[in-house]
């Protein structure tokens, strides 16, 4: 049978029905990349709630205390009762506010139970502190002497005298002369590489020992954090030693 041209009419409806297929092949894909983005888009969602889930989880549930794991050495600074099993770390900074309002504690826990636990004093200068080194360096320069608690005490004791001052390292000659030190020798103690190198380990041992923040206090290589001296009396009791 021989061909027949098409009619104009035939043509344009067959250009009609081909536009409404094509059409409808690229409505048909657009849905399926809406289908796949908005997939996407919900499994992300679902990940994140989940992920805020678990967090939360762990943030409710801050699992058990750090352990401090840096033993107890000649190098630390310690006093009350040396036999004991008892042992109380706290990582310090003498130009740290805090650090200062804990002291009294502190002194009045040794004082009323001294001869219950060894007490070891360890520094942890931040480095926010600009003069914190340096008052680390003239308590040890000070125990070199025989003298680190008396310094302690005076550091502490007189913290808003040299903590933002320029010449703290003077202030520091003229506690170290009230305390009757060779100042020669406290001069040459506070600048030498053994007492810099000292501060510095044990600086480490508290990173080591995710310290970030002082005053920080482990009883028994256990991290506490007491409130009050009731509550710091109970948690040295507790610990069997």
């Known amino acids: 049978m021989d061909n027949q041209p098409l009619s104009k009419k035939e043509v344009y409806e067959l250009n009609r029905v081909?536009?409404?297929?094509?059409?409808?092949?690229a409505e048909k894909k657009k849905q399926r990349k809406s289908i796949i983005i908005w997939s996407v888009v919900?499994?992300?969602?679902?990940?994140?709630?989940?992920?805020?889930?678990?967090?939360?989880?762990?943030?409710?549930?801050?699992?058990?205390?750090?352990?401090?794991?840096?033993a107890i050495s000649a190098d630390?600074?310690?006093?009350?009762n040396k036999?004991?099993?008892?042992?109380?770390?706290?990582?310090?900074?003498?130009?740290c506010p805090a650090c200062k309002a804990y002291q009294p504690l502190v002194k009045q826990l040794l004082k009323e139970h001294g001869t219950e636990f060894l007490f070891v004093y360890r520094h942890f200068p931040l480095p926010q502190h600009k003069n914190a080194k340096a008052g680390a360096y003239a308590a040890e320069a000070a125990g070199?002497?025989?003298?680190?608690?008396?310094?302690?005490d005076k550091l502490f004791d007189g913290q808003t005298d040299w903590a933002e001052k320029g010449n703290a390292g003077d202030?520091?000659?003229?506690?170290?002369?009230?305390?009757?030190?060779?100042?020669?020798?406290?001069?040459?103690?506070?600048?030498?590489?053994?007492?810099?190198?000292?501060?510095?380990?044990?600086?480490?041992?508290?990173?080591?020992?995710?310290?970030?923040?002082?005053?920080?206090?482990?009883?028994?290589?256990?991290?506490?954090?007491?409130?009050?001296?009731?509550?710091?009396?109970?948690?040295?009791?507790?610990?069997?030693?």
Request: net charge neutral.
């Open 18 to 25: 081909a536009k409404k297929q094509e059409a409808e092949i």
């Open 83 to 95: 036999d004991s099993k008892k042992i109380l770390v706290e990582y310090s900074d003498f130009q």
């Open 42 to 70: 919900g499994l992300a969602v679902l990940g994140s709630v989940w992920g805020m889930i678990i967090l939360a989880k762990r943030s409710s549930d801050p699992g058990p205390s750090p352990i401090i794991t840096t």
């Open 76 to 80: 630390d600074q310690t006093t009350g």
């Open 144 to 152: 070199v002497q025989g003298k680190f608690w008396e310094m302690h």
């Open 171 to 241: 202030i520091f000659i003229e506690y170290a002369k009230s305390l009757n030190l060779d100042i020669n020798k406290f001069k040459e103690d506070f600048a030498s590489d053994g007492v810099h190198q000292k501060v510095d380990r044990q600086y480490k041992s508290g990173v080591a020992n995710f310290v970030n923040s002082t005053p920080t206090f482990f009883i028994n290589g256990k991290k506490i954090q007491p409130r009050s001296y009731e509550e710091f009396v109970k948690l040295v009791e507790e610990v069997n030693g």
